[in-house]
């Protein structure tokens, strides 16, 4: 069949499905918004294959034209194929993160497959690539905007990652690892949010719920309520009378973070806690249908198979090569600096709340058979005991100042001041969920800049974290026009309960600041391409504007404006702000050492040669090698180290490696990695594999980029402006050193995360 044929045939079966596939169709809907509830599982898979169809068909046409190859005929053209591809995977993509029902991750286990193999077509074909390479030549030469370059480059490198340079059998091979990783992946998140949402933990007694302060008990008590648990039930389930639940109980506990992490900091029950911190922290290890152990050391097995196969020693080497930091060698060095730096503040931490536990040793405060040791899962409980005794900052006492909606405006207003921008609310627009709502951006002479949505509450059906995504990139369409985007803030915040509105934490206050940051970044974007815009930078570029956001959210001059007592619309008062400023660095040991251990667990992951170890070795399990397995080596700091010594090869134990990695890095007993290697999802589904160092990396410039606002003055136009239109409206369009470089007016200092961390 002709290709003008297979298109006709196309076009003929979307016309004949318009009717039922909103996919197919215009979406007449305010600003082009999908029709989310017009939308249902069954349309995502017939979309997706006629989606792959035409983008198909489209680079079969570049590659049949007969005129030279040019960046115009080519890449550009590339670029603006596979619209409908786009529409129906950025709805899906992101659906399956904020509202993943079981229907919708059965059609993601199908698509995913389908996806890899379209992926593998394109960067696979020959012909394709010939004409993408004669572009690339002559990118220097052909008088290409710098964006035009980075984009040619970044096509280039898609081809060459994927394999177009191998053999026959060497391709078929790549095609087999990208279908494997990607199901492993998707099997990985789906497992963790399975595990999440597995464990609960129902209490009926007061003294079981000793030292929680009554808005979690609010929260606990409507969680219980919406699991459908009553007084009764929970009386049944726990073999007691009616009579025996405590007033304004039973209680449910989750491992959602607005759940643990307040049960974590302020229960007195040591056995409760350490039971909801093993429960939390073994996700994805427990031996059962979700574990995750097998599936992590066939994905990292696959890694470094591609990798070798492209000529890399291991994933972090080619992970990094396009990114900022280059080697693994340059990260590993930024990471101890910062590591051991954490630790020895954290040795301090722990040190002044043994005084504390000790103190309650004595007291008989603690079981009789409880060992008087600070243990991960005392942290948060003493730490909280700590700031209250040195800064006399309550949780729950601040937390009425940061109702939701407020702490929302405050983020508007901040980025009005800061940019222009404005924010309108919207009414009757589509949403995928009724805890969604929608605003209109405009500039400051009433431009059009995009649509945000928000969705900050956690249910079943959510992953636990917080991001932000986009239903729609912004772009300039051939025509001509910019194409302005859908943005996505998603967050897991406490829940309004019995009556009472959200209320937040000084953490998640700072959070929705964060990935308000990012929000911007999609929001002001102004590029030609829509690969180049806005977030699609280097990953350890990435966290720069929304990092650079969160410096804004504990200035007095800006908890003025949006930090009211919901209930008395009192500001909050100038004592409280100056305790919250000088608890501010309080406990940044611990946060130090635990996100710089979990990218060191990262980085040590992806430094491995092979996933077989000698049986001598620290983390081996009892599970023989296959026949012609290779030993395992680790690239710490450029150098390829052995792991044993042994030539009788075991796989690798996930958690004895771990274990021994962070022994060897210098973790200490009382705190664990961030994310453990189980529940490790930035790396083994999201994208930041050998990559979750950047969380640092770009602390280091929006430390540093916040000092000059500091100087300047927090709200100095010319100072925001610069950043505006240097970093924010770039995208990819430049190398995003250059970019920093040129809004700073020098290279970063890297001593600005220490000293703002108070390290």
């Given at each position: 069949?002709?290709?003008?044929?297979?298109?006709?045939?196309?076009?003929?079966?979307?016309?004949?499905?318009?009717?039922?596939?909103?996919?197919?169709?215009?979406?007449?809907?305010p600003?082009?918004?999908?029709?989310?509830g017009?939308?249902?599982?069954?349309?995502?898979?017939?979309?997706?294959?006629?989606?792959?169809?035409?983008?198909?068909?489209?680079?079969?046409?570049?590659?049949?034209?007969?005129?030279?190859?040019?960046?115009?005929?080519?890449i550009?053209?590339?670029?603006?194929?596979?619209?409908?591809?786009?529409?129906?995977?950025?709805?899906?993509?992101?659906?399956?993160?904020?509202?993943?029902?079981?229907?919708?991750?059965k059609?993601?286990?199908?698509?995913?497959?389908?996806?890899?193999e379209?992926?593998?077509?394109?960067?696979?074909?020959?012909?394709f690539?010939?004409?993408?390479?004669?572009?690339?030549?002559?990118?220097?030469?052909?008088?290409?905007?710098?964006?035009?370059v980075?984009?040619?480059?970044k096509?280039?490198?898609?081809?060459?990652?994927n394999?177009?340079?191998?053999?026959?059998?060497?391709?078929?091979?790549?095609?087999?690892?990208?279908r494997?990783?990607?199901?492993?992946?998707?099997?990985?998140?789906?497992?963790?949010?399975?595990?999440?949402?597995?464990?609960?933990?129902?209490?009926?007694?007061s003294?079981?719920?000793?030292?929680?302060?009554?808005?979690?008990?609010?929260?606990?008590a409507?969680?219980a309520?919406?699991?459908?648990?009553?007084?009764?039930?929970?009386?049944?389930?726990?073999?007691?009378?009616?009579?025996?639940?405590?007033?304004?109980g039973p209680?449910?506990?989750?491992?959602?973070?607005q759940?643990?992490?307040?049960?974590?900091?302020?229960?007195?029950?040591?056995?409760l806690?350490?039971?909801?911190?093993?429960?939390?922290?073994?996700?994805?290890?427990n031996?059962?249908?979700?574990?995750?152990?097998?599936?992590?050391?066939?994905?990292i097995?696959?890694?470094?198979?591609?990798?070798?196969?492209?000529?890399?020693?291991?994933?972090?080497?080619?992970i990094?090569?396009?990114?900022?930091a280059?080697?693994?060698?340059?990260?590993d060095?930024?990471?101890?600096?910062?590591?051991?730096?954490?630790?020895?503040?954290?040795k301090?931490?722990?040190?002044?709340?043994?005084?504390?536990?000790?103190?309650?040793?004595?007291?008989?405060?603690?079981?009789?058979?409880?060992?008087?040791?600070?243990?991960p899962?005392?942290?948060?409980?003493?730490?909280?005991?700590?700031?209250?005794?040195?800064?006399?900052?309550?949780?729950?006492?601040?937390?009425?100042?940061?109702?939701?909606?407020?702490?929302r405006?405050?983020?508007?207003?901040?980025?009005?001041?800061?940019?222009?921008?404005?924010?309108?609310?919207?009414?009757?627009?589509?949403?995928?969920?009724?805890?969604?709502?929608?605003?209109?951006?405009t500039?400051?002479?009433?431009?059009?800049l995009?649509?945000l949505?928000?969705?900050?509450?956690?249910?079943?059906?959510?992953?636990?974290?917080a991001?932000?995504?986009?239903?729609?990139?912004?772009?300039?369409?051939?025509?001509?026009?910019?194409?302005?985007?859908?943005?996505?803030?998603?967050?897991?915040?406490?829940?309004?309960?019995?009556?009472?509105?959200?209320?937040?934490?000084?953490?998640e206050?700072?959070?929705?600041?964060?990935?308000?940051?990012?929000?911007?970044?999609?929001?002001?974007?102004?590029?030609?391409?829509?690969?180049?815009?806005?977030t699609?930078?280097?990953?350890?570029?990435?966290?720069l504007?929304?990092?650079?956001?969160?410096?804004?959210?504990?200035?007095p001059?800006?908890?003025?404006?949006?930090?009211?007592?919901?209930?008395?619309g009192?500001?909050?008062p100038?004592?409280?702000?100056?305790?919250?400023r000088?608890?501010g660095k309080?406990?940044?040991?611990?946060?130090?050492?635990?996100?710089?251990?979990?990218?060191?667990?990262?980085?040590?992951?992806?430094?491995?040669?092979?996933i077989?170890?000698?049986?001598?070795?620290?983390?081996?399990?009892?599970?023989?090698?296959p026949e012609?397995?290779?030993?395992?080596?680790?690239?710490?700091?450029?150098?390829?180290?052995?792991?044993?010594?042994?030539?009788?090869?075991?796989?690798?134990?996930?958690?004895?490696?771990?274990?021994?990695?962070?022994?060897?890095?210098?973790l200490?007993?009382e705190?664990?990695?961030?994310?453990?290697?189980?529940?490790?999802?930035?790396?083994?589904?999201?994208g930041y594999?050998?990559?979750?160092?950047?969380?640092?990396?770009a602390?280091?410039?929006?430390?540093?980029?916040?000092?000059?606002?500091?100087?300047?003055?927090?709200?100095?136009?010319?100072?925001?402006?610069?950043?505006?239109?240097?970093?924010?409206?770039?995208?990819?369009?430049?190398?995003?050193?250059?970019?920093?470089?040129?809004?700073?007016?020098?290279?970063?200092d890297?001593?600005?995360?220490?000293?703002?961390?108070?390290?």
């Amino acid at each position: 069949m002709t290709r003008n044929l297979i298109l006709t045939g196309i076009v003929l079966i979307m016309t004949s499905c318009n009717s039922i596939n909103p996919f197919f169709g215009d979406w007449d809907t305010p600003y082009s918004l999908p029709p989310f509830g017009e939308i249902h599982e069954t349309d995502y898979l017939r979309a997706v294959k006629f989606g792959i169809h035409q983008q198909a068909s489209e680079v079969d046409a570049i590659i049949a034209r007969d005129a030279e190859p040019t960046f115009e005929n080519t890449i550009a053209a590339y670029e603006h194929s596979g619209r409908l591809l786009d529409r129906v995977t950025l709805v899906l993509f992101n659906l399956a993160e904020s509202d993943a029902t079981p229907a919708l991750q059965k059609v993601v286990d199908r698509v995913i497959p389908l996806l890899t193999e379209h992926t593998d077509n394109i960067f696979m074909n020959p012909y394709f690539f010939e004409r993408v390479k004669t572009v690339y030549d002559n990118r220097n030469s052909s008088g290409l905007t710098d964006e035009q370059v980075r984009l040619t480059e970044k096509l280039y490198r898609q081809f060459i990652a994927n394999g177009v340079a191998l053999d026959a059998s060497g391709q078929a091979r790549m095609r087999e690892i990208n279908r494997e990783i990607a199901a492993l992946e998707q099997a990985f998140g789906n497992n963790l949010l399975a595990e999440t949402n597995a464990f609960t933990l129902l209490l009926t007694d007061s003294s079981e719920v000793s030292g929680l302060p009554e808005s979690v008990l609010h929260s606990a008590a409507a969680e219980a309520e919406a699991a459908g648990i009553s007084a009764h039930d929970a009386a049944k389930l726990k073999g007691l009378d009616d009579r025996d639940i405590a007033p304004g109980g039973p209680w449910l506990f989750t491992l959602q973070n607005q759940s643990y992490v307040p049960f974590m900091t302020y229960s007195t029950n040591r056995d409760l806690r350490e039971k909801m911190f093993r429960a939390y922290s073994s996700r994805g290890n427990n031996g059962n249908e979700r574990d995750n152990k097998d599936i992590i050391l066939k994905i990292i097995g696959l890694r470094i198979e591609k990798a070798q196969m492209l000529g890399y020693d291991t994933p972090a080497d080619f992970i990094l090569a396009d990114k900022m930091a280059k080697t693994p060698a340059a990260v590993d060095r930024f990471l101890d600096r910062i590591f051991r730096a954490g630790v020895a503040k954290a040795k301090e931490e722990a040190a002044d709340m043994q005084e504390i536990m000790d103190g309650d040793a004595l007291a008989g405060l603690l079981p009789a058979d409880s060992t008087s040791v600070i243990r991960p899962w005392d942290w948060a409980y003493y730490a909280e005991r700590v700031r209250m005794d040195r800064f006399a900052v309550d949780e729950t006492a601040v937390k009425p100042y940061f109702k939701m909606e407020n702490v929302r405006q405050g983020v508007f207003e901040t980025a009005r001041r800061l940019y222009g921008v404005n924010f309108e609310k919207l009414e009757d627009v589509p949403v995928y969920h009724p805890d969604v709502e929608a605003f209109r951006v405009t500039d400051s002479d009433s431009t059009f800049l995009g649509i945000l949505l928000t969705d900050y509450y956690p249910r079943t059906t959510k992953r636990g974290g917080a991001w932000m995504s986009n239903f729609r990139n912004q772009e300039i369409s051939e025509s001509g026009e910019d194409i302005r985007p859908i943005i996505v803030n998603v967050g897991n915040f406490t829940k309004p309960a019995a009556g009472k509105p959200s209320l937040l934490t000084l953490d998640e206050t700072a959070t929705m600041f964060h990935e308000f940051g990012h929000a911007l970044h999609g929001l002001l974007t102004r590029c030609t391409y829509k690969d180049m815009s806005g977030t699609n930078v280097a990953r350890d570029f990435v966290e720069l504007p929304s990092q650079l956001n969160e410096n804004w959210a504990f200035q007095p001059e800006v908890l003025a404006t949006y930090a009211t007592h919901y209930e008395t619309g009192e500001t909050i008062p100038d004592s409280l702000v100056t305790k919250i400023r000088r608890a501010g660095k309080f406990n940044y040991g611990f946060m130090t050492t635990e996100l710089a251990a979990a990218s060191i667990l990262d980085m040590r992951w992806h430094e491995l040669t092979s996933i077989y170890v000698p049986s001598d070795s620290p983390f081996a399990s009892g599970t023989p090698a296959p026949e012609g397995a290779k030993p395992a080596f680790l690239k710490i700091n450029g150098k390829l180290t052995p792991v044993g010594t042994s030539s009788d090869l075991r796989l690798i134990d996930p958690l004895k490696f771990e274990e021994s990695m962070m022994k060897d890095a210098g973790l200490i007993d009382e705190i664990i990695p961030r994310y453990r290697t189980t529940y490790f999802n930035h790396i083994f589904k999201s994208g930041y594999n050998a990559g979750y160092y950047s969380y640092l990396w770009a602390e280091v410039l929006d430390k540093d980029a916040f000092e000059l606002f500091l100087k300047k003055g927090i709200f100095d136009k010319r100072t925001s402006m610069s950043y505006r239109r240097n970093i924010l409206e770039k995208g990819d369009s430049e190398d995003p050193m250059t970019l920093y470089r040129r809004f700073r007016g020098a290279e970063p200092d890297a001593g600005a995360l220490l000293r703002s961390r108070g390290l």
